[in-house]
T-cell receptor, first 114, second 116 residues
């Protein structure tokens, strides 16, 4: 069974630009979550999508948005990039549940903002 | 609100010795607890979880963890460390009595260094 895939793996952007990251979950998984990982803040939850609906959102500004398609693939978008947005962005998928199923993580997209 | 603390930034252990990576949590309700491991330039890999039942849970690669409700702890252990266990370990919690979907709250991570 193929794992969670994320594209692109690496990305370099300049301040003010926008970026879109993509995530394909494991087949059959309908819940997709996004996390930001930085050395200073650690792993922080961005949002979760289930059945094309955002189910929960972390404490991030409105510049961070996402969506999910009918095939469960998800994208996240960051507009007006800032230097502090440089991070590893991780996508995770799981079966929908009350939260007791483990999440399976992709390799991440490393975003560098110059 | 939920939170996780991993009090040690780094744990050093000699190969063949037992290892412990500490984790304490705080939730208003009841926890689901998880351990993940991250190797360089990789995503997180699931190791084990506590949902309910037996306080000692066994996971991948010989790791186990003990849930202690009174101490609100979920320490990761392995009887005999391998050099290949060297990686970054994350503890995570999910409060199953709230309505936050699959959101996980992670600890800051502990770097495990196993020396030959």
């Amino acid at each position: 069974k193929a794992g969670v895939t994320q594209t692109p793996r690496y990305l370099i952007k300049t301040r003010g630009q926008q970026v879109t990251l993509s995530c394909s979950p494991i087949s059959g998984h309908r819940s997709v979550s996004w996390y930001q990982q930085t050395p200073g803040q650690g792993l922080q939850f961005l949002f979760e999508y289930f059945s094309e609906t955002q189910r929960n959102k972390g404490n991030f500004p409105g510049r961070f948005s996402g969506r999910q398609f009918s095939n469960s693939r998800s994208e996240m978008n960051v507009s007006t990039l800032e230097l502090g947005d440089s991070a590893l962005y991780l996508c995770a998928s799981s079966f929908p549940s009350g939260g007791y199923n483990e999440q399976f993580f992709g390799p991440g997209t490393r975003l560098t903002v110059l | 609100a939920q939170s996780v603390a991993q009090p040690e930034d780094q744990v050093n252990v000699a190969e063949g010795n037992p290892l412990t990576v500490k984790c304490t949590y705080s939730v208003s309700g009841n926890p689901y607890l998880f351990w993940y491991v991250q190797y360089p330039n990789r995503g997180l890999q699931f190791l084990l979880k506590y949902i309910t039942g037996d306080n000692l849970v066994k996971g991948s690669y010989g790791f186990e963890a003990e849930f202690n409700k009174s101490q609100t702890s979920f320490h990761l252990k392995k009887p005999s460390a391998l050099v290949s266990d060297s990686a970054l370990y994350f503890c995570a919690v999910r409060d199953w009595s709230d309505n936050a979907g699959n959101m996980l709250t992670f600890g800051g991570g502990t770097r495990l260094m196993v020396k030959p």
